[in-house]
């Protein structure tokens, strides 16, 4: 198996008014190409404070992350990000296609490649013909398919996502966890998610980190060893994502 990223002994210190916050201490793990991991742990541990360093926004006090075998200093090639608050996420002065259009930019596609890409996108994430409609004119649940189909009209290699169903219904959310599981297969994508929901964590996911402490460490790395493909019935109802779920949980408030 090949190894997409490698997060090797980094640690986080945040300055403050009352000295030196440590946030996240000598974290390292491995992402393999095509996993699915979960990043989980308690609010305020650091998850996203990790989700950002990977995105190269900002770089780690000491330690190194490396993507597709290149170290990084900024926000790596093939990377795409999706955050958890659609509304602040897409322009809502441009229609979908040109919010998608402004992110390819830099791609510098022929037009006739960048329809393309914007069509095949939205079609992938069930929004084909919304192409011409406003952010403001879809329901919460669509906005948020239309910052994934931004993501992978770049063709990303790797899709790193904050806490992206925090506030759809739980419908939605359902639909939208099965939308990522197909990206991944129908892309090839490695996906890295933080998510505060362990439930959604162990459904989708390959591999579960958790984050426990402060600073944070790893504090167990769980192998989600549930056949794919998953299904919302089948698999939550398995036995064994029930013992996963709360094995889990039990590391997230520091039971075990
Ligand atoms: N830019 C920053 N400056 C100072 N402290 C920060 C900064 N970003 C995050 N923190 C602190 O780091 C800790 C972890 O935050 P965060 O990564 O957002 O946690 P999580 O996503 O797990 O809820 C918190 O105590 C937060 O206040
Ligand atoms: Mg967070």
């Not at 305020?44 to 990977?54: P, Q």
């Not at 992978?152 to 759809?168: G, K, N, W």
């Not at 998953?230 to 889990?248: D, I, K």
């Amino acid at each position: 198996m090949t190894i997409e990223i490698s997060i090797r002994n980094v640690c986080m210190e945040f300055p403050g008014a009352d000295g030196v916050k440590h946030v996240l201490d000598n974290i390292s793990y491995d992402v393999q190409e095509h996993h699915f991991v979960s990043i989980v742990g308690p609010s305020g541990v650091g998850k996203t404070t990790l989700l950002r360093l990977l995105t190269g926004l900002m770089p780690p006090t000491s330690g190194e992350i490396h993507v597709s075998g290149q170290r990084i200093s900024g926000p790596p090639k093939g990377l795409a990000v999706v955050l958890q608050d659609y509304t602040r996420s897409l322009m809502p002065w441009l229609t979908v296609e040109k919010n998608i259009a402004l992110t390819l930019r830099k791609q510098k596609l022929g037009r006739a490649n960048m329809r393309e890409r914007i069509e095949s996108s939205l079609e992938e994430v069930g929004l084909a013909g919304t192409g011409k409609s406003y952010p403001w004119q879809l329901s919460g649940g669509m906005q948020q398919r239309a910052s994934i189909a931004r993501a992978l009209a770049t063709r990303p290699d790797i899709l790193v996502m904050d806490e992206p169903f925090a506030s759809v219904d739980a419908q939605t959310r359902f639909d939208l966890e099965d939308l990522v599981l197909k990206v991944r297969d129908d892309f090839g994508i490695t996906t890295v998610m933080v998510t505060h929901d362990i439930d959604e964590a162990v459904y989708l996911s390959d591999e579960i980190v958790v984050l426990h402490g402060k600073p944070a460490q790893v504090r167990d790395v769980v192998t989600v060893d549930i056949p794919f493909p998953r299904s919302q019935m089948a698999t939550r109802n398995n036995p064994h994502f029930a013992e996963l779920r709360t094995h889990v949980y039990a590391m997230v408030r520091g039971l075990e």
